[in-house]
């Protein structure tokens, strides 16, 4: 009798356990705002390089051949890393993007000496070596 009110305990205790993690909110709301952080970057990138056609790795696109991509928190806003190319005969180039809350470009960090003049003139524009 012992055993069968310990097993039917510790089952409900699994079932309550299980029912929370399952029901649990957070995780469903996270991976939403990162969602919009990494779409946000990708038009932000877009933008501030002034180019339509470009092919990009990042977190909801990604690609271990070419390298890996990553979104998170940062000082009240995101990070999201990634690549992009302008075309098929190009070079992957890294990049590193900054947002603020608003998802407002706070830092584009690229490894692309093409936009040098560019980072020249935006000061949020970067070229890292």
């Not at 991509?69 to 590193?96: H, K, T």
């Not at 690229?110 to 000061?123: N, Q």
Request: glycine share 8%; charged share 30%; hydrophobic share 45%.
């Amino acid at each position: 009798m012992g055993r069968l009110v310990f097993a039917f305990g510790v089952g409900l205790v699994v079932a309550f356990l299980a029912f929370k993690w399952i029901t649990n909110p957070a995780p469903r709301i996270e991976r939403q705002e990162q969602e919009a952080a990494v779409m946000s970057a990708r038009l932000r990138l877009g933008q501030m390089l002034s180019l339509e056609n470009l092919e990009i790795v990042d977190p909801l696109a990604t690609d271990r051949a070419v390298g890996k991509a990553y979104v998170y928190r940062a000082d009240g806003g995101w990070e999201v890393s990634g690549y992009y190319r302008r075309g098929e005969e190009d070079n992957w180039q890294p990049f590193l993007m900054a947002l603020d809350e608003a998802h407002g470009v706070v830092k584009l960090k690229i490894r692309d000496s093409a936009f040098a003049a560019r980072a020249d003139k935006d000061p949020k524009l970067e070229i890292v070596e």
